[in-house]
């Protein structure tokens, strides 16, 4: 992987892992329940800002512990679960979403690591990437395959009581296990799915790889189908291509302790003076970060950030 697009720990990814159940069964620990109607956040006027969180090493709960010095509001509005998997199951030929034991162990504790942020009015998206296995969203041999996958992803969603899904095409290696190439119909068969079983729910993309570049197909164009598009390369600014309004755009992408505070300010600026409505950031982790939240939050908001362990 390109080492401006991320420096993400994969080793977690590729094995030591437990299919997850997708059954709509519950239990007390996952939560499964619908989330909790939140308590309204304290108001804040200025972009979306969104906050990846590795979880084979850190916190989701790290997402909660900003707020905005002036007024009190949460820095971050989507915190987003950094990820789960499609891979593949090469005795039935098919995708599968598959979630490593940090990722699903958030999820079999959601009670204690998702539901404490949507209580704080934080939005919680699931990550879904490529595993090596040649399983990709943008390879799907057919419409059927398509929306079963999609199934899987909204089932998940449902059991859980998460927020919605984001779409991350890297590391998919397609044509691994005797899988496809990248095709016209398959990305845009399974946003129409997923959409259409979960309408209310968030749907991102990380601008990046293959899927990224085929929105449309058979007179159908999935653009707007999307509540947010963001640029992948941290560090750089960037404008995704796809045909959403600027409210839902992130052009800007910083790594949180690996970009500098100076380019995340600047970021930050260009993103209010040239009027785009989301701020993308990766890789928040346990430490007191504040001043590199700062260094963008006086830009985007006003505010320095305070932060509470």
Not at 3 to 25: E, H
Not at 183 to 193: D, E, K, Q
Request: proline share 5%; hydrophobic share 40%; net charge neutral.
């Amino acid at each position: 992987m390109f080492s401006l697009v991320r420096s993400r720990v994969r080793t977690a990814a590729l094995a030591l892992s437990a299919v997850a159940a997708l059954a709509l069964s519950t239990t007390a620990m996952t939560g499964a329940a619908a989330a909790p109607e939140p308590a309204p956040p304290a108001a804040k006027q200025g972009p979306t800002s969104v906050a990846y969180v590795e979880v084979n090493d850190n916190s989701m709960l790290n997402v909660g512990k900003y707020t905005l010095a002036k007024g009190g509001g949460n820095v971050f509005d989507v915190a987003v679960i950094f990820a789960a998997n499609i891979n593949y199951d090469t005795g039935k030929k098919a995708a599968y979403l598959h979630f490593n034991e940090n990722v699903q162990r958030v999820l079999d504790n959601a009670v204690t690591q998702i539901r404490p942020l949507q209580q704080k009015g934080i939005k919680v998206v699931l990550s879904v990437l490529g595993n090596h296995q040649g399983a990709g969203f943008a390879n799907f041999p057919s419409q059927q395959a398509a929306s079963a996958f999609a199934k899987q992803l909204s089932d998940t969603v449902t059991k859980y009581g998460l927020d919605g899904i984001d779409f991350d095409d890297e590391y998919a290696e397609y044509g691994n296990n005797g899988t496809g190439q990248p095709n016209a119909s398959s990305f845009v068969h399974l946003v129409t799915a997923l959409r259409a079983n979960m309408p209310d729910k968030i749907i991102s993309l990380y601008n990046i790889g293959p899927a990224a570049s085929r929105l449309s197909y058979g007179g159908v164009d999935v653009s707007s189908k999307f509540d947010y598009a963001w640029n992948p390369y941290y560090g750089t600014w960037q404008v995704p291509g796809i045909a959403l309004p600027k409210s839902k755009l992130s052009p800007a992408a910083v790594e949180i302790g690996r970009t500098s505070q100076s380019t995340a300010a600047n970021l930050a600026r260009r993103t209010v003076s040239e009027g785009y409505g989301v701020y993308l950031t990766y890789n928040l982790n346990g430490a007191d970060r504040s001043a590199d939240v700062s260094a963008f939050t006086r830009e985007l908001y006003g505010s320095d950030a305070v932060y509470t362990p």
